[in-house]
């Protein structure tokens, strides 16, 4: 019984690890980028932390769909056309938060899904993938 409750509390610091880690590179992307993204900075930020929460909810359920359905063009790309995914995630988080945040154009949300994807392979191998070893130990 330990031991579920041991995963459970693992898989949910994992989840609160990657959501933190989208709402500090929206954060930052934001203040870099000020007239191509926008996050609405009202009631101490919870905006970043919420829309970070969709894009970790769309990132887990609707982008696999989108990815298996790409597979030919990503392959004839060679790749260069798989951020073009986490644009479409942002555009749809855009739709979704009218006025508390906005992603203008493309090149600019095209450079943060490339820092987002960054930012997922770091947080893999530096912070949960050695948490959860120490903790299988």
Excluded: C
């Amino acid at each position: 019984m330990k031991e579920s409750k041991k995963k459970k509390q693992l898989k949910l610091l994992e989840k609160s690890i990657y959501i933190v880690g989208y709402a500090l590179i929206l954060v930052i992307m934001s203040m870099l980028f000020k007239n191509t993204i926008q996050i609405d900075n009202s009631f101490l930020g919870i905006w970043g932390l919420l829309i970070s929460f969709v894009i970790y909810i769309l990132n887990k359920t609707i982008k696999p769909v989108i990815i298996k359905l790409t597979i030919p063009i990503t392959a004839l790309t060679l790749g260069i056309s798989y951020p073009f995914i986490n644009v479409f995630i942002l555009k749809i988080v855009d739709i979704l938060f009218y006025n508390h945040f906005s992603v203008k154009g493309i090149f600019y949300p095209f450079l943060v899904a490339i820092l987002i994807s960054i930012m997922n392979i770091i947080m893999d191998e530096v912070i949960i993938k050695p948490a959860i070893r120490r903790e299988n130990i």
